[in-house]
């Protein structure tokens, strides 16, 4: 048996020591190359267009710069590309367009008509021409009674604003006014002569008109939904009411419209075709007596309003008129705008539009562009006056102005219009506490359109209407009672049985998007889905594998070198 001397012993550990130095340095000088090695393992693997030519080995650096450069230059191509799809997806992603089928008049509302009387103040019940000369005249002033003053005080408020007296009260108890006004306004029966639903007369006009309070006075309306479905009455005040309540069941809603279910004769009454036999017709009557030419100016008549159902009448902003002694027959033409479920995720600011449940009014059940401008203006003018206007739904809390507060009513209109625009704002803003707070109120407003909204727009004629000359045909006596009486005549149907609704959907949708993005990065680079899942995989699971193979590998020469030195269980002593 062969024994190992000592120096070969010693000469065996000293070549171990050495491979155990040697292999940390092997392990450092191969963390250089690892980045880089990294690198090259994914533009050779890589689907993108390009990539391979970069990372292949025997390509000469002027090849490599060239790819380089190629593939930077699409990759910034393309980003500018979908950079403009984005801005088109996110700042105009709504379009409007005409629904594919006509939609038939029986499956909206008929319009809701309200009509005003120009004389405000019958002349035998207020001569409010006489006690405007004796108001505004310092020797007969005096000689009027606190009532007298009163009235004619309260009847500016709907007269032309530059007749409100500015040293007239400021504010007023909203039910004595409203009071007032309806002493010296005609009833309906002085105010209609007779009236034909869908060429069927009525006995009264009582049966298709209510009374309604609007910022014009008294007016009386036709299928304007009852007080009860269109206000909050819980919160509004209990002086006065601006609507009566409808006994009739109430099936229609805006956003709904009529359920199947719902039968023809309902209400809001629904149109059941076209033309003059299917539609509305009323005659209004006025004697000469009784007209006013002060408080609205030298034209006379009635003014005429379609409007929505679900809205509360703003005479005072548009209508059409009805002349004394003419016939004005008027065609509608509907015009309804639908937005699709789809557009519900959008911003109301992106879509232009609220959703029902969206918007809450506080004076208003349903919401429409029209009644949040009322509310609004009813906020805004109650900052800035102290007061609000009786015909504008109010709270408890509110007072009511007068003609004193008529000018500030009139100014408070303009401001909220132009708030945003007027320059002035920002430099009173500091100085003017009730504007300060106003502009935050005009700031909140925000009126955009209801997803769903209906309007009619009306075409009109007019001819005379000589009723006496009827009278003479039929060989009647026209007699002293009615010899000064004053007729007209307004009918309103629809022009066409059915009509086009304009629709609200998606112009780039979240796969429109995708498409266009997907198409540019294909057609640029040859991105796709599974460019991604290779990206994340590079940046993820493949290093995190790497790493986790290179510490086994690791572990394992440090295993291999200490089982080397483990022929030696004791340490090597050396003699001297």
């Given at each position: 048996m062969k024994r190992h001397s000592r120096t070969e012993s010693i000469a065996v550990s000293e070549s171990d020591i050495e491979k155990k130095n040697e292999a940390p340095k092997a392990m450092k000088r191969g963390k250089k190359y690892t980045i880089k090695e990294y690198l090259i393992d994914y533009t050779a693997n890589s689907n993108l267009h390009g990539l391979k030519y970069i990372g292949e080995k025997e390509r000469t650096p002027v090849e490599k710069c060239f790819w380089l450069f190629m593939f930077t230059c699409c990759v910034i191509l393309c980003a500018g590309l979908i950079r403009k799809v984005w801005i088109k997806w996110n700042e105009s992603p709504v379009i409007v367009s005409f629904a594919e089928n006509s939609t038939p008049v029986w499956q909206i509302p008929y319009p809701a008509v309200t009509v005003c009387f120009e004389t405000k103040s019958l002349q035998t019940r207020f001569n409010f021409t006489k006690y405007y000369h004796l108001y505004n005249n310092n020797e007969t002033y005096m000689e009027l009674t606190e009532e007298e003053r009163n009235m004619y005080e309260d009847t500016t408020l709907v007269c032309d604003d530059h007749l409100a007296p500015a040293t007239g009260r400021k504010f007023s108890d909203g039910n004595a006014t409203v009071e007032n006004l309806r002493q010296v306004s005609p009833n309906i029966t002085e105010f209609f002569f007779g009236c034909k639903w869908k060429d069927i007369p009525k006995d009264s006009c009582t049966d298709l008109f209510t009374p309604i309070l609007t910022e014009d006075g008294f007016c009386y309306t036709f299928n304007t939904m009852g007080a009860d479905e269109l206000f909050r009455t819980e919160n509004l005040h209990k002086e006065y009411k601006y609507l009566e309540s409808i006994n009739m069941s109430q099936s229609w809603s805006l956003e709904e419209g009529y359920p199947p279910s719902a039968p023809l004769e309902t209400y809001p009454h629904r149109g059941s075709g076209y033309g003059a036999k299917a539609g509305l017709t009323f005659l209004l009557q006025t004697k000469e007596?009784?007209?006013?030419?002060?408080?609205?100016?030298?034209?006379?008549?009635?003014?005429?309003?379609?409007?929505?159902?679900?809205?509360?009448?703003?005479?005072?902003?548009?209508?059409?008129?009805?002349?004394?002694?003419?016939?004005?027959?008027?065609?509608?033409?509907?015009?309804?705008?639908?937005?699709?479920?789809?557009?519900?995720?959008?911003?109301?600011?992106?879509?232009?539009?609220?959703?029902?449940?969206?918007?809450?009014?506080?004076?208003?059940?349903?919401?429409?562009?029209?009644?949040?401008?009322?509310?609004?203006?009813?906020?805004?003018?109650?900052?800035?006056?102290?007061?609000?206007?009786?015909?504008?739904?109010?709270?408890?809390?509110?007072?009511?102005?007068?003609?004193?507060?008529?000018?500030?009513?009139?100014?408070?209109?303009?401001?909220?219009?132009?708030?945003?625009?007027?320059?002035?704002?920002?430099?009173?803003?500091?100085?003017?506490?009730?504007?300060?707070?106003?502009?935050?109120?005009?700031?909140?407003?925000?009126?955009?359109?209801?997803?769903?909204?209906?309007?009619?727009?009306?075409?009109?004629?007019?001819?005379?209407?000589?009723?006496?000359?009827?009278?003479?045909?039929?060989?009647?006596?026209?007699?002293?009672?009615?010899?000064?009486?004053?007729?007209?005549?307004?009918?309103?149907?629809?022009?066409?049985?059915?009509?086009?609704?304009?629709?609200?959907?998606?112009?780039?949708?979240?796969?429109?998007?995708?498409?266009?993005?997907?198409?540019?990065?294909?057609?640029?680079?040859?991105?796709?889905?599974?460019?991604?899942?290779?990206?994340?995989?590079?940046?993820?699971?493949?290093?995190?594998?790497?790493?986790?193979?290179?510490?086994?590998?690791?572990?394992?020469?440090?295993?291999?070198?200490?089982?080397?030195?483990?022929?030696?269980?004791?340490?090597i002593k050396f003699k001297n």
């Open positions: 007596v009784h007209l006013d030419y002060l408080c609205k100016g030298p034209v006379q008549g009635f003014k005429v309003l379609l409007h929505n159902p679900a809205e509360l009448p703003r005479l005072s902003q548009q209508y059409f008129r009805s002349p004394l002694s003419q016939e004005v027959v008027v065609a509608v033409r509907p015009k309804m705008m639908t937005t699709s479920d789809g557009l519900k995720p959008y911003h109301p600011s992106v879509r232009q539009c609220y959703f029902p449940s969206e918007r809450y009014l506080r004076y208003y059940k349903v919401y429409t562009q029209a009644n949040c401008e009322i509310e609004c203006l009813t906020n805004f003018t109650y900052v800035r006056c102290g007061c609000v206007h009786f015909g504008m739904p109010h709270g408890p809390g509110m007072t009511v102005c007068n003609a004193g507060s008529v000018a500030c009513i009139k100014k408070a209109q303009m401001e909220l219009v132009t708030v945003e625009i007027q320059a002035r704002l920002e430099e009173e803003l500091e100085q003017n506490d009730t504007l300060g707070d106003a502009r935050k109120v005009a700031s909140q407003c925000k009126c955009l359109p209801a997803c769903t909204s209906i309007e009619y727009e009306a075409e009109t004629s007019q001819a005379d209407y000589d009723w006496k000359a009827l009278y003479n045909a039929y060989n009647l006596t026209i007699g002293d009672d009615i010899q000064d009486q004053k007729l007209s005549r307004v009918m309103i149907f629809f022009k066409e049985a059915q009509f086009i609704t304009s629709r609200r959907s998606e112009l780039y949708g979240q796969t429109d998007f995708l498409a266009n993005c997907g198409g540019l990065l294909g057609l640029f680079m040859g991105f796709s889905i599974l460019s991604v899942a290779e990206i994340i995989y590079f940046l993820s699971l493949r290093i995190f594998c790497i790493l986790w193979r290179k510490r086994n590998s690791k572990k394992r020469e440090i295993e291999i070198i200490h089982s080397d030195f483990g022929s030696s269980p004791k340490p």
